[in-house]
């Protein structure tokens, strides 16, 4: 049985929000070009959110965080095996790429995943984890990508970031806007 499709917010989580940007990606390699830019803003520790709908770039993204974070393996999506670690081939951190969409329950269901045992020596993606994984972190980046729905081959994208936490307050998240 599939999980319900979890409903997309536009505001982040309650803790302290900080700088939001907001950007139009245009195809799936301006997307994985977004994720090789970011994963110069990431370091261990990092938490990072993607909601989206279904095909919305999720996971093409998170390729582009894994290119840019130089780990090794291809980055597809963990739909099925929930959580995938990608280690580092360099000094930079590991990548684990968790998909939560099939898991119901909140951050219950996924301490069998020892995310809060990686999370202080890798970058954490969570797709799907609005509403689960919060409280791993005060400190988190929100991305909510926005594509259109229906019948289309559209392939613009609305990507709105939102650093929450004090580690975000001096992120210069505008300069992916750049």
Known sequence: MEAPHPQLSDA?????????????????EQMRELGRSLAKLLRPGDLVMLN?????GKTTLTRGLGEGLDVRGAVTSPTFVIARVHPALGDGPPLVHVDA???GGGLDEMED????????DSVIVVEWGEGKVEELSDDRLHVVIHRATGDTDDDVRQV???????????????????
């Open 113 to 120: 995943l020892d995310l809060d045992v990686s999370l202080p």
């Open 12 to 28: 982040p989580s309650p803790a302290v929000p900080g700088e939001t940007v907001r950007l139009t990606v245009n195809s799936p």
């Open 52 to 56: 989206g709908e279904l095909g919305a």
């Open 160 to 178: 709105r970031l939102t650093g929450i936490g004090e580690r975000w307050r001096t992120a210069d998240l505008a300069a992916l806007a750049a």
């Open 101 to 103: 969409y099939r898991l």
